[in-house]
């Protein structure tokens, strides 16, 4: 009883997949058999973010197919193999592998191909194209032989494949045919400044070169020839002149083409055959083809739409853009060229700052066309709602673009638009939507996004999305309560300011001051930790002491049985062998269960408090040092063997590690803090699992920040590449003092990453362009906790009064009786109750 | 009757912390809380954890009740009652507890 229709799709790309999931989720999905040929070696992933791969996520990480989705779905997936014909009147599909499908409905989605002009030489060896990730896997082989890369083509595109080389460390141009950059998005003025900034940035742009013919070089292994007699050598040639719509086969059967190529579709997605559809890239709408995703989004949700019988039409979209490229803020909305007739145009170009704005409104000034942003991008939202919801601009639309001199904001504020707004194009998510949402009570940006999906794209909305929540939360009168605990009403950040501010030094101080009750663990600990970061005292000082949990008390980690764990600092992880027999010695003197840590030190375990001065005096003895594995405050850094002994190795990850870990011991911190180096990129140390990663390069050392395993693991992002040691570390400190001064308590910085606004952008801009002014505090700083270094456990064997706590009990010597160990795998480990019960038994017999 | 056992000096005790006695074979915690010059005795034993570390935990106050936070996890005894936050069934044994001419005394009922 097989009344299914068979629904065929050809093409797994962005939009393949995204109107496979439309369909997953509607309500007909159970009226088709559905079959899909992919043509690639893995199913659909995220194009939009390839360049990641470069930063190291991996295929598996930019996949769009949640786990199962093809069989939970029913869907056939026909994996590597391409469709090469259709039989419009039999209603076939012929593949390469030779399966021949039938079909009721067929929709194309075959996407685009990057244009090479055929110039000659355009197929030597490394002349490549930047499309798929087997494109990225060549670029990344060839350029390991590589010192010059030519990118041709300077567009949105071209842009982003010069980052990759430049990032790959090759010597990077961008060769462009039109008279300027970004021809299709900015004007002339635009063109000029971004030119100018990514020249700052080292990569050259020749704008109005032709290439004529690409031969052997001299000392490159390319030598490109220009129309105007002019030449360039280079390794590697990187086409990015355009794209191209994959409409052979819909050509090949016979289906209407555009004259320049593309699939003709009508208002419903429909080719000329009306069994057929095209979405995305490879479809022709008005005569237009649309090179972006959302569009291709919009269209597979008009295709479900129409096969339910629903009435949608894809009426076009907004092709409006923001960008960083190589580090620069670009932008275009709308009528960015002033087409429309009688449009009048604002500019405002500061030369100093590097900024270009331009604004395009209606011949009376009351509505905004389009826009031209260059090096400060930070009005685009507002901007891009003026123009979609055509709201009337003020009455001096320049107000817009020109920096404001007063404290009035031209912001449009998220109250002023309307819920048809759209605020992700990514996945057509209306003001509405979100209101919606946030009614259902979705109170966090994370819980918005679960909802609603927007924000889970580009993520260009993300800074709108946030503030629609907080003034919607806000007119609910819904509060936030961001207060650390019943006794302060403040936040950790209130109070580190607080701290700073009236030079607070002790718990009491503050509670007077500010707070109500005796606290408890949570305040105690909070400032405890913050008095720590801020004045670096002895935490065992009688004003600090109540303000330590058991781990700080007793400066070591307490375990199930209420025994505690020593771990010594092991600098780097290296250790010479006397150490090594050290710590081997103190063990075995007092019967200690031994293991090496996924830290890459040795951890000690099993000591009674009464025995932990006498473990740590010898240690001392020994040359070690408290390695705070019990402190909110730097563990480790990882490192790998790196240059003095690796092959690989290309700078000495040891010896950084080392001096990283001497720097920033006992720092102490809102959470605890992991660190690594390693030689290479192949990356034994792990760095992108840490909140501060250091990777060696040819150029120097690449920083990445804010990673960690854990229960959510997180990649680190790359923060700069190629730094010396001096600027790395000036880097680090900046870092790792604003962490301390603006994270919430316990939170890592992964988490304080992904609730920062305006993210990873925002932290650079604090730390490399110093937009706060705050840099030289921020070393100040750290540069007095490291001043004020203190083992603390030294500190603890020489202070007599100290020792008196590290007792049992108050009025005897005896020791915990509750204490009781078995062996196992010839070591000792903490009874268990059945064990317990039984040697009780055999005592009293 | 009650009987008054001497435990330690009163500079013995940790201000706003704790220290372990052991009396009888039994081991209490004691803790001063010095905004209040109040000290408290319980049990240093904790019935989630099943180990000896009470006296070990943070103290402070829940809604005005003096409480003691468990190192291992977390759980909040009320250093009056002996009562736990988190689940009203569970309760420590709390021992009456003075000071008498700078010496700590805990009474015993026998
Ligand atoms: C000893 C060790 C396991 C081992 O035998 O290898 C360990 C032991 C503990 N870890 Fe860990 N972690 C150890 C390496 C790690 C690692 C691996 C690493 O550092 O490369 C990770 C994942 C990496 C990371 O943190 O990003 C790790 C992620 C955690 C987490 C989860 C943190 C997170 O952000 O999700 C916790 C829980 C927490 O801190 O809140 C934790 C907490 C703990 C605690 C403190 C749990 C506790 O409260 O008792 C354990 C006590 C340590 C002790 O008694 O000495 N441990 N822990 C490792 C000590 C390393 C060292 O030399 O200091
Ligand atoms: C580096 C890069 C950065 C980008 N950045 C952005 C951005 O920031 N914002 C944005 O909106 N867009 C961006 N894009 C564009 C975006 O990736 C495309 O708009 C989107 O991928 C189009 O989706 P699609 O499904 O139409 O095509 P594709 O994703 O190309 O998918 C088409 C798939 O069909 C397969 N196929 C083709 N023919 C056949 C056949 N006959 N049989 C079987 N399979 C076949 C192809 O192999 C391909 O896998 C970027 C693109 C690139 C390359
Ligand atoms: S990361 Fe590189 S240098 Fe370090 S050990 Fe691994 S291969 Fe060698
Ligand atoms: S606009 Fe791209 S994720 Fe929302």
Redesign the interface.
Known sequence: MNTKQKLVVIGNGMVGQNFLQSLAESGIKDQYEVITFCEEPRPAYDRVHLSAFFSGKSADDLSLVPEGFFENNNITIHMGDRAIDIDKENQLVFSEKGLTVSYDKLVLATGSYPFVPPVPGHDRENCLVYRTIEDLEAITAAAKNSKIGVVVGGGLLGLEAANALKDLGLETHVVEFAPRLMAVQLDAGGGAMLKKKIEDLGVSVHTSKNTTNIGDGDNCFHKMTFADGEELETDIVLFSAGIRPRDDIARNSGLDIGPRGGIVIDNQCKTSDKNIYAIGECALWDGRIFGLVAPGYTMARTVVADLADNDASFTGADMSTKLKLLGVDVASIGDAHARTPGAMVYTYQDGAAEVYKRLVVSEDKKLLLGAVLVGDAAGYSTLLQYCLNGIELPENPDSLILPSRSDESVGLGPDALPMSAQICSCYDVSKGDVCEAIEKGCTTVPALKDETQASTGCGGCAPLLKSVLDSELTKAGIEVNTDICEHFPHTRQDIYNLVMVEEIKTFNELLDKHGTGRGCEVCRQAVGSILASYWNEYVLKKEHLSLQDTNDTFLANMQKDGTYSVVPRVTGGELSPDMLIASGQVAKKYGLYTKITGGQRIDLFGARVDQLPGIWSELIDAGFESGHAYGKSLRTVKSCVGSTWCRYGIDDSVGLAVELENRYKGLRAPHKIKMAVSGCTRECAEAQGKDIGVIATEGGWNLYVCGNGGMKPRHADLFATDLDKDTLIKYIDRVLIFYVRTADRLQRTSVWMENMEGGLDYLKSVVIDDKLGICNELEKQMQYVIDTYQCEWKTTIEDESKLKRFRHFVNSDQTDENIVFVEERGQIRPANEEEREQLKLTEEA | MTQWID??SVD?L????G?????DGR?IA?FY????QAIYAIDN?DPF?????LS?????????E??V?S??Y?QHFNLKTGVCFEDESIKVETYAIRTENGRVEIATVS
Request: with cysteine; charged share 20%.
């Open positions: 435990v330690c013995d940790q201000p706003d912390s220290v372990c006695a052991l009396i081991q004691v809380m010095s905004q209040d034993f954890g099943k180990a000896n570390v070990r935990g943070l103290i402070g106050d829940l809604g005005g003096p409480m936070a190192p291992l977390k």
